[in-house]
């Protein structure tokens, strides 16, 4: 899996994405500087703050949103897809309204993910303890006999009450 922080910033040719007022994107550079390194770190150097994530960090799919508000500027909202190999282009939208619109196109893909990971959970063969499948699976036979256990002690404290 690759996290922004563990990214190293593609070469000096790569183009990453503007959403312009036409609504088109458009070719632009993100980042004005070109120092090798962690992109977080330079986001965050640039005064980029980690705004929010869509999908889970531990999939094979998720959203990365970042914002940066400048003096007498508005917010502007940075978004970048990671697979488990790869990170998009960084595509930057001048509002919440179109970050919004952004996520809600995604949404799909993550939720897919989702079902993907679940269902690949539960076909392998291996066990992992921070499985959601495992979990699941150790709530349902732990968590009933714990709920039993609770329920029969509290129908004998209502039997004892009823006999004195």
């Not at 980042?31 to 977080?40: F, M, P, V």
């Not at 066990?127 to 002690?153: C, H, I, W």
């Amino acid at each position: 899996m690759v996290y922004a922080e563990e990214l190293v910033i593609p070469s000096k040719d790569a183009r990453d994405l503007q959403l312009n007022a036409e609504g088109q994107w458009e070719s632009t550079k993100v980042l004005a500087s070109d120092d090798d390194g962690g992109l977080s770190d330079l986001l965050r150097a640039e005064g980029w703050r980690e705004f929010t994530t869509l999908g889970d960090p531990e999939s094979t799919l998720f959203l990365e949103t970042w914002q940066r508000a400048r003096d007498n500027e508005p917010t502007e909202y940075l978004l970048i897809v990671n697979t488990e190999s790869r990170v998009s282009p960084l595509m930057r939208v001048g509002s919440f309204p179109e970050m919004m619109e952004l996520m809600a196109r995604w949404a799909p893909a993550f939720q897919a993910t989702a079902i993907t990971d679940v269902v690949a959970g539960l076909t392998d063969l291996q066990l992992d303890p921070f499985s959601l499948v495992e979990n699941v699976a150790a709530k349902a036979a732990y968590g009933a006999q714990d709920g039993l256990s609770m329920k029969r002690t509290d129908e004998e404290r209502e039997r004892r009450a009823r006999r004195r």
